[in-house]
């Protein structure tokens, strides 16, 4: 069953901007902290940015004043607008939502989403 639903990657050139979005089920509540991720070939998955039920924010030092990090509680989504894009930005982005799913509280990953910086 499928928990997070992302969309919104794609190709873009380099100084562009691209807005993702991540959906999560409505069987989880109680949504604490949501953010994205993002792993590119070859390397480790990182943090790009976090953002809390109360709406407290950090970023990646690489994305501080290009991405902005927000939330829609009411649809438990969130938002990741990414602004001046770079080659270098370029990687799979990943959803991570922290809620209650029944009587567990739980990490959920989403598929993924690919954004390709380049000219």
């Known amino acids: 069953q499928v928990q997070l639903v992302e969309s919104g990657g794609g190709l873009v050139q380099p100084g562009g901007s691209l807005r993702l979005s991540c959906a999560a089920s409505?069987?989880?509540?109680?949504?604490?902290?949501m953010g994205w991720y993002r792993q590119a070939p070859g390397k480790e998955r990182e943090l790009v940015s976090v953002?809390?039920?109360?709406?407290?924010?950090n970023y990646a030092e690489a994305v501080k004043g290009r991405f902005t990090i927000s939330r829609d509680n009411a649809k438990n989504t969130v938002y990741l607008q990414m602004n001046t894009l770079k080659p270098e930005d370029t990687a799979v982005y990943y959803c991570?939502?922290?809620?209650?799913?029944?009587?567990?509280?739980?990490?959920?990953w989403g598929q993924g989403t690919q954004v390709t910086v380049s000219s």
């Open positions: 953002i809390t039920s109360g709406g407290s924010t």
């Open positions: 409505e069987t989880i509540f109680s949504i604490n902290t």
């Open positions: 991570n939502v922290d809620g209650w799913l029944g009587l567990r509280y739980q990490n959920f």
